[in-house]
């Protein structure tokens, strides 16, 4: 079983982040960029992992890229997080492809995606979002 295969098959109930390098497996059940913002802040290495998650927007796109992650599965995947992944160079597979993703009140669009809309480098994308949230 490959590492985004194993990934995939532990994506299932109240979780939301799956990461997979051999042996060595992450599993949160928190939602959003928390998950990829505290791995970051933490200092775990990340490079070369496969990720399934549930739901995957370009601020989370990014995050996967700063990282190294190195394939991407997403139940639903936003059409910009599509493009940056295409423009990296990282290979993804969905489920549900968007046009945006939406907040969680369903009133407009999610607000770490607005962050992140006009903004085409991983690191400044990650800057922002790390303001936005003050970790």
């Known amino acids: 079983m490959t590492d985004i295969e194993k990934a995939k098959s532990l994506l299932k109930d109240d979780k939301t982040c799956v990461l997979v390098k051999g042996d060595k497996i992450l599993i949160s059940n928190e939602t959003g960029i928390k998950p990829m913002m505290k791995y970051i802040s933490e200092g775990i290495n990340l490079n070369g992992f496969s990720v399934a998650d549930k739901i995957v927007g370009k601020a989370v796109a990014m ?15 936003s059409e910009s997080a599509l493009s940056f992944f295409n423009r990296e160079k990282i290979k993804v597979t969905y489920n549900t492809l968007t046009e945006k993703i939406i907040n969680r009140d369903k009133t407009g669009i999610c607000p770490m995606e607005e962050i992140v809309l006009n903004i085409d480098d991983f690191e400044k994308g990650y800057q922002a979002l790390k303001e936005k949230i003050r970790i």
């Open 63 to 77: 995050l996967f890229r700063k990282v190294g992650i190195k394939e991407v599965f997403a139940e639903v995947l």
